[in-house]
């Protein structure tokens, strides 16, 4: 273990911060980086009932899409990962046409737009959605064309990430595609689906296939299982980023006294910069973490890992960036400039070209936040705010 002060807290801001914030601030002003969100995870209840009835699907519980989304909710709420993932399989089920497909990845960004998110990575699993007459590239291609579109008609800049399932031995075909389709709008390459029982080290082929391409890679790791899954997801898989890691917590020890202890591994990733997908609605509900206040979101930020918040799957757990970000300032009582900090964190980690990011930063991201803190600073020396939230 590697010693060191774990640090009391940041600098005082002439800012409101924490519950202060929640109140003073709209949170879809703020300009949002999203890089871990499912397709099949956030569709639109509606829609999901509109194909179900174009399609002559008969699964759903409900064709009140009120209540559908109720039944969604309810059942992501069952503290482990294979229940929550249940849900998908009537999201996937009216995802089988390229019309369904472009639709779905429309409407994606047209809730990105809604929600002031400014550059968005998506991922899905194109093997899924063959069960009618398309194959895997016409999957891709009808996803790419939605988001296409809908790119163009919002303004929102994106991204399509390819996802292999862990439980499946086709990962080299999709990794495959991914490089296939990098030149239309596909960024990265992903490992999802239940961690325990298939070690990421499983499908090496897929990832060395992604890394003589050059090619993105992030991976589920460290949300079901342990350091073991986040440790072979770095130094077998070579990932650029990592999916939730919440686990990571177990390679730290925090004292009493505030000494901070960290094993290799949490040593490699804080030095490497090596981005965390922080998903905090989605890891309670799954189990990853039993509280909003026990999520180990607080510690990794406060330590200086580079961490993000995202939404993992809008629908299941009824949510959405200005949410998260909401709950996460009142919960661990963030500042605006900590609310920049991980927005920055996101963009620098995303799989967009590098002249791309430059671009969001310096033209989107960095002028919106300085409109927002001299507006919140103006507020605050008039008196709007207590002065003890100064």
Known sequence: MIEQRYPESYPVCPLPEGAELVKALDFRRLPKVLLHEHLDGGVRPATVIELAKASGYGGLPTENSDDLADWFHRGAQKGNLPEYLEGFAHTIAVMQTAEDLER??????????????????????PVFHTQGKLNQDQVVEAVLKGLERGGKAFGVEWGLIICAMRDRSDSLEAAELAIRWRDQGVVGFDLAGGEAGYPPKKHLAAFQAIHRANFSITIHAGEAFGLESIWQALQWCGA?????????????????????????????????????????????????????????????????????????????????????????????????????????????????????????????????????FAELTARAFSGEFDSSSL
Do not use: W
Request: proline share 3%; with cysteine; aromatic share 8%.
């Open 104 to 125: 779905v990845a429309y409407e994606f960004l047209e809730d990105m737009a809604e929600d002031g998110v400014v550059y968005a990575e998506v991922r899905f699993a």
């Open 240 to 372: 650029h980023r990592l999916g939730h890691a919440t686990r990571l917590l177990d390679d730290i020890e925090i004292g009493a006294d505030g000494s901070l202890k960290m094993g290799t591994l949490a040593r490699y990733i804080l030095d490497h910069r090596i981005p965390l997908e922080m998903c905090l609605s989605s890891n309670v509900h799954t189990g990853a973490c039993a509280s909003m206040s026990e999520h180990p979101f607080r510690k990794f930020h406060e330590i200086g890992f580079r961490v993000f918040l995202n939404t993992d799957d809008r629908l299941m757990s009824d949510t959405e960036m200005s949410k998260e970000l909401s709950l996460a300032t009142e919960t661990f009582g963030l500042s605006l400039i900590d609310l920049e900090k991980m927005t920055m964190n996101a963009m620098k980690s995303s799989f967009a070209p590098h002249h791309q990011r430059v671009a969001l930063i310096h033209r989107k991201l960095l002028p919106s936040y300085a409109m927002i």
